[in-house]
Structures are given as C-alpha cells and as structure tokens.
C-alpha cells in the first residue's frame, strides 16, 4: 500500500536551515506529483510546494515560502525532500507529504490539499526565536 515516511524535523533557531526527507514506498514514485504542506498549532492544514512527476520539472511553492524553501525529489531513491532556508519562527508547525490522487499536474488546483490523496504522518519542525 501506499506509505510516506517524513523525517528531519526538530528544533531549530530563527534564521537557520533544515531539510525534511519523505520516504516513499507502495507505488511508482516517479509517476506522482508530489508535495509537501503543513500544520501549525490552531490552524488549518496549508499547502508548502509541490514539484510534478519525473518529466515535468515543475515546481509551485506557497508565496510564504518562495525563496527561502526548496522542494526536491531523488527519483532513484523514492524520496522527496524540503530545503528551508532563514527558518522563522512562523514556519512552526508539523509539515506532512503527500501525493497526488492522479499522476497529473493541474495548475489552477495544484495548490489545493484536495488534490492529494494520501498523507505521511508528519514531522515536526521548532523554530525557536
């Protein structure tokens, strides 16, 4: 079945850098756009970025972290992963990967959780000012 194991949170200082891996397995990796979103205590679940399938080479990220966070993936190795850079302490939250329902790419709802129908447990990152 379907997994996604996400890893790498923890705490860190404002102005740091970090980088979260998800480990995929149960399905073709390199056929999903994938995608990474996240939590913060008392909010609702946001969308982070999302990268397409393997021959796509397309990349969306949310307005509040473009420039700061990159999203990558090593289809070789079935893993996603988030590159964020000058962490602040509003990135706070529990940060979740997922993988789209279809294969596809749909710009005008790349963004919306709904797209995604499977979800890692999560991983928590700190950031401390």
């Known amino acids: 079945q379907v997994q996604l194991v996400e890893s790498g949170g923890r705490l860190v200082q404002d102005g740091d850098s970090l980088r979260l891996s998800c480990l995929a397995s149960?399905?073709?990796?390199?056929?999903?756009?994938m995608a990474w979103a996240r939590q913060a205590p008392g909010k609702e679940r946001e969308f982070v970025a999302a990268?397409?399938?393997?021959?796509?080479?397309?990349?969306y990220y949310a307005d509040s972290v473009k420039g700061r966070f990159t999203i990558s993936r090593d289809n070789a190795k079935n893993t996603l992963a988030l590159q964020m850079n000058n962490l602040k302490p509003e990135d706070t939250a529990i940060y979740y990967c997922?993988?789209?329902?279809?294969?596809?790419?749909?710009?005008?709802?790349?963004?919306?959780?709904?797209?995604?129908?499977?979800w890692g447990q999560g991983t928590q990152v700190t950031v401390s000012s």
């Open positions: 149960g399905f073709p990796f390199s056929s999903y756009t």
């Open positions: 990268i397409s399938w393997a021959g796509g080479g397309i990349e």
């Open positions: 997922a993988r789209s329902t279809t294969g596809g790419w749909r710009s005008s709802a790349i963004d919306h959780l709904g797209e995604y129908a499977y």
